[in-house]
């Protein structure tokens, strides 16, 4: 860990090199070696100062945005960007819920040595931390569904069932009310009777309603569309992003967030977390532009490969084609890179409010625009600190995905990313409810939105490739707006970059690294060819094609298209005065 939070040693782009010889980096002068588009150096010294505030876009870019060396943030790993008031989990317990807090078939029984080691951690060794009651509340409801409504496989192994019927007796007299009711709702899992679980009620109506709710949960059962909502706005904002809650149990509250995703939610309960919040500030603007895709990553980023949707909305905007990206700065459990991430190191402003993002996507000369959770859904962002806690991915993981913070008056599409099987027909189902014209997902490397130009390995392990897509497109002049009645075509494929030309090249590795993703997009939106910028291309132009974009009828022709926005320094401007305008826009 302490690796990790460690900055890089070193910056080495491809327009910025920094020379020093003396292995004190904080006593030294260094110097620039920039690169200029017509290929020359010119070398630039400067006074000494630490490596963690070196600047790290070009000559050019700092002169074009008019930004100070001291506005720049060092690249450094996505690890370093979870916020220091977040409570770290105690790891044997966060090991043991990444085992027993998932699905049916994923789940991993604990051997009777496993579960004695749970039972009996203090948080008092040393470098351990203490176990949160959002860890005992995100554990104890995965014991109590498996032992409920699990099949037979993955239910309470023997060692489980030992380790818990000699403890229980001690654990009733040590754990608070909240976190006996989640371990034994009924009192008659461990089968010695406690009248805690069968009497608990909670404190005040917002838990009152959340025990009702969970006792449905911790039997596998589900729950209404009105009742998760409810559920959610009766508990949420929570205080801070640190996970405290505003007066409701952060066991309670983990419980019902891991247990809704353990039961394999229904349709209906996917509706509730996508919609839950729509209002939350008031009517979505609406972007006057013919054409607006939503792009859905996965909010916890990537952590080995090239992330590329950034760059991709550069280009995809030259020739009109807009794009809203959202996400946050950091968010487990991956905490990979984010674009969020990206875009403070290269000097844009992160903390738009959703009328200035709608101003950036109509703004001739940008088309597209990030909007930070924290500014669009401040109710779901200060579940940061929660979620970090309770390890798995919520319900909230999948539907945050597909969001319009902020709506167009022509067509709308959202494209999403996803891994786990049994997600793909969810996303496009929120997206039909959603009323977007197209709907698409990627089956993208890390489960993320970038397909690849690698050769599939032979050796690939069950379940849909990397490069499946599925999606549809309305058809006719019909308006999507209304879910019944729409007319569309559905679509299933996976992209073969070879089949349009490209060569197989590995993807370019991040391995986390922030600075290294800026590197490789910014490289390739200067024409550098090569895999990234391959990938940029590949993704650019079979989204135009898959959403049924105006011009991209021909598949050929909307990758030609893709090439022309980047090799003729149009997608490099635009990235460029996104970043400048991102301070000025009112």
């Given at each position: ?7 890089e ?11 020093s ?13 920039f690169?200029?588009?017509d ?10 100062r ?25 690249p ?93 007796p001690l654990?009733v ?7 006996i ?12 009777g ?90 979505a ?22 992330r ?23 968010m ?71 969001q ?17 099987e ?10 039909k ?42 058809v ?30 590995d ?30 291309v ?37 990235l ?10 009112k």
């Amino acid at each position: 860990m302490r690796a990790l939070l460690t900055p890089e040693p070193t910056l080495s782009f491809s327009s910025i090199q920094i020379n020093s010889r003396n292995p004190n980096p904080s006593r030294t002068w260094t110097s620039l070696h920039f690169l200029n588009r017509d290929g020359r150096h010119r070398l630039v010294g400067r006074k000494p100062r630490f490596i963690a505030t070196r600047a790290v876009l070009d000559s050019a870019t700092i002169e074009q945005l008019g930004l100070k060396e001291s506005d720049t943030r060092n690249p450094s790993l996505s690890s370093t960007y979870r916020n220091s008031k977040l409570l770290k989990p105690n790891q044997t317990v966060l090991e043991a819920q990444a085992r027993v807090c998932t699905g049916p078939t994923q789940t991993r029984p604990l051997s009777e040595e496993q579960t004695f080691k749970i039972l009996t951690v203090r948080g008092e060794l040393k470098d351990e931390e203490q176990v949160s009651k959002a860890q005992l509340g995100a554990f104890f409801a995965g014991m109590t569904i498996r032992a409920n409504a699990f099949p037979e496989a993955t239910q309470w192994s023997e060692g489980e069932r030992c380790a818990m019927k000699k403890f229980w007796p001690l654990l009733v007299r040590a754990l608070p009310p909240d976190v006996i009711f989640i371990a034994d709702p009924e009192g008659s899992i461990m089968g010695l009777g406690s009248a805690v679980g069968p009497q608990f009620v909670g404190n005040g109506t917002s838990e009152m309603g959340l025990v009702g709710a969970l006792r449905e949960i911790l039997a596998g059962g589900h729950l209404g569309y009105e009742e998760i909502q409810g559920v959610l706005k009766d508990v949420l904002t929570l205080k801070l992003e640190d996970g405290k809650s505003n007066g409701v149990s952060e066991s309670l509250l983990s419980a019902f967030l891991i247990g809704q995703r353990m039961n394999r939610e229904t349709d209906r309960e996917l509706k509730a977390y996508c919609l839950a919040f729509d209002d939350e500030l008031g009517p979505a603007p609406v972007a006057d532009v013919r054409s607006l895709t939503h792009y859905g990553e996965p909010y916890d980023g990537n952590t080995r490969y090239f992330r590329s949707t950034l760059f991709v909305a550069a280009v995809r905007s030259c020739y009109g084609e807009s794009s809203l990206l959202h996400g946050v700065e950091w968010m487990p459990p991956k905490g990979g890179v984010t674009e969020e991430q990206m875009l403070k190191i290269m000097g844009a402003k992160t903390n738009l409010s959703l009328h200035q993002g709608k101003k950036l996507i109509e703004a001739e000369e940008v088309g597209f625009a990030y909007i930070s959770k924290r500014e669009a859904r401040p109710s779901l962002y200060s579940l940061i600190g929660l979620r970090k806690q309770i390890k798995k991915r919520p319900s909230l993981a999948t539907t945050e995905k597909v969001q319009q913070f902020i709506r167009a008056k022509g067509r709308e599409s959202i494209v999403a990313g996803f891994y786990n099987e049994g997600y793909e027909e969810p996303l496009l189902m929120l997206m039909k409810r959603r009323g977007v014209h197209s709907g698409l997902v990627v089956k993208g490397e890390e489960g993320a939105l970038s397909m690849t130009t690698r050769l599939r390995s032979a050796s690939t392990s069950k379940g849909l490739p990397v490069n499946h897509c599925s999606g549809f497109r309305s058809v006719g002049i019909e308006s999507a707006c209304e879910v019944d009645g729409v007319s569309r075509q559905s679509f299933r494929l996976e992209v073969n970059a070879m089949d349009y030309g490209f060569e197989p090249t590995d993807t370019p590795r991040t391995d986390r690294s922030v600075s290294k993703n800026i590197e490789l997009g910014l490289a390739a939106l200067r024409g550098e060819k090569g895999p990234a910028y391959d990938r940029i291309v590949l993704n650019a132009g079979i989204v135009d094609h898959l959403l049924g974009c105006d011009g991209a009828e021909d598949v050929s022709l909307a990758l030609e298209r893709a090439k022309e926005a980047i090799d003729s320094g149009k997608a490099h401007k635009r990235l460029l005065n996104y970043i400048q305008m991102s301070h000025k826009v009112k």
